[in-house]
């Protein structure tokens, strides 16, 4: 594709051009740039627990197939017949051993082995079913995400994650067996914007007590608590760039104890119960990092480019063009604690996620608003400088801020530069535009 865009021009350190969310030359970019050379995330392993279970998902624009083979192992398959080129799966899930393009026959295992053609003797002699396997994707698992990428040379999963891996980490080990099961359904919802408005918007602490300002009065009120201080200028919460362009909306500092708990199933759940889970956790991991485990327990974890863990959900943020986006909620369950705190995990959930809940609808009503915004002509720039003069190295090496302050977005985007602007093979077949013509 010939490049007609300067990348690096359009991001700067405190600021970002209104091209990089309206531009199809941008978004083009990015799937060839980006999702087709890092690790993408694609969905859980217990979404395909039995062999022969299988779920289409995607990489960036393109369609695939997450299968588990009947030795146990899980790929992910381009979802595209080798022949002339149909999908060759249409349903969202189910189970089968065989997937069969319904345009001329064509049967392909779920390793993507062509073991079928049909009258094959039209092919004659030198035909050789094994250079017609599916395309494959690289496969990564960590703690049960599936991460698919494109790339043969792309870094181990553990490298692309980062310090990523120690919240995921946290996550996973709220079930005393450290499993999470994400077959509870999923909630989708499009938006008619740039998929990156989602993935700044989950990790940024600076919108919810005004965008979701009636949510927490009503919540508030039901807890006996101000909610909204947790995203004030005397909030102690942290953000935190986590390095690779992942990034936490960090509210552990003051959940040393097992209160977490208490305060998020209180009213829902019976003190039996969460007694129960609270003594299972201790079993399992101790006391100390039992504590750690439910300090971490309210989660805002980007990892880059378009994932998002959110409260109990697994969020996949999916490109559809420049001004289309997917998203797709996953919650997910613990293993080995009582139905109970399941049940009040999912109710949870829907009530501020779920598609008539109280948070997810407002989130979409921004996004539609930014982009009938960036229409407008003359006011090029977006800030996000909030709290760049007060970041500052944590004592876990990642840099940190002020929970609403702008880090996790500039942290988004050095690694959406660094990606955009590294040097490919082909040579720029015309001159880059200028930051004067962005202007």
Not at 7 to 24: K, P, S, W
Not at 82 to 94: F, L
Not at 120 to 129: A, C, D, I, S, T
């Amino acid at each position: 594709m010939p490049l007609q865009l300067d990348f690096g021009a359009l991001v700067e350190d405190q600021r970002v051009h209104r091209r990089i969310y309206t531009d199809a030359e941008v978004f083009e970019a990015e799937m060839e740039r980006i999702f087709e050379r890092t690790w993408v995330f694609v969905g859980h392993e217990s979404e395909v627990a039995a062999s022969g279970d299988y779920k289409t998902v995607s990489i960036g624009t393109q369609p695939a197939i997450m299968t588990r083979d009947e030795d146990g192992g899980i790929h992910v398959l381009m979802n595209r017949c080798m022949h002339r080129g149909a999908t060759i799966c249409q349903e969202q899930r189910g189970n089968s051993s065989f997937f069969r393009c319904w345009y001329h026959g064509w049967t392909y295992t779920n390793r993507g082995e062509l073991v079928g053609v049909p009258y094959p003797g039209g092919y004659g002699r030198g035909f050789e079913r094994r250079k017609f396997s599916l395309k494959r994707a690289k496969v990564g698992v960590y703690r049960g995400l599936v991460f698919a990428s494109l790339n043969p040379e792309v870094p181990e999963i553990t490298e692309h994650l980062a310090r990523a891996r120690y919240y995921i980490d946290l996550f996973m080990d709220l079930s005393p067996e450290g499993e999470v099961d994400a077959r509870s359904g999923t909630h989708k919802y499009g938006y008619d914007g740039n998929w990156k408005f989602q993935m700044e918007n989950g990790v940024d602490g600076y919108h919810p007590n005004f965008v979701h300002q009636s949510f927490f009065e009503i919540q508030g009120k039901k807890l006996g608590r101000k909610v909204m201080k947790l995203f004030t200028e005397a909030s102690s919460y942290q953000s935190k760039d986590l390095g690779n362009g992942h990034s936490i909306l960090d509210m552990a500092p003051q959940r040393k104890s097992h209160r977490p708990v208490n305060n998020i199933l209180r009213g829902s759940t019976s003190d039996a119960s969460t007694k129960i889970y609270i003594e299972r956790l201790v079993r399992r991991y101790g006391e100390e990092r039992t504590s750690e485990i439910l300090g971490a327990s309210n989660v805002n974890l980007a990892v880059f480019p378009n994932l998002l863990i959110i409260g109990i959900q697994f969020r996949n943020v999916i490109p559809i063009n420049v001004n289309r986006t997917d998203v797709y909620l996953t919650p997910t369950t613990l293993k080995g604690v009582p139905d109970e705190i399941n049940t009040a995990r999912l109710r949870a959930h829907e009530a501020f996620y779920g598609s008539a809940g109280g948070g997810a609808p407002d989130d979409v009503e921004m996004f539609n608003r930014c982009t009938t915004g960036l229409r407008v002509k003359g006011a090029e720039w977006l800030e996000l400088s909030r709290g760049i003069e007060r970041e500052h190295t944590a004592d876990d090496g990642s840099i940190a801020a002020h929970i609403s302050d702008e880090l996790p977005q500039r942290a988004f985007y050095r690694q959406w530069r660094r990606m955009m602007c590294e040097k490919f093979a082909e040579a720029s077949e015309s001159r880059p535009q200028s930051v004067a013509a962005l202007d």
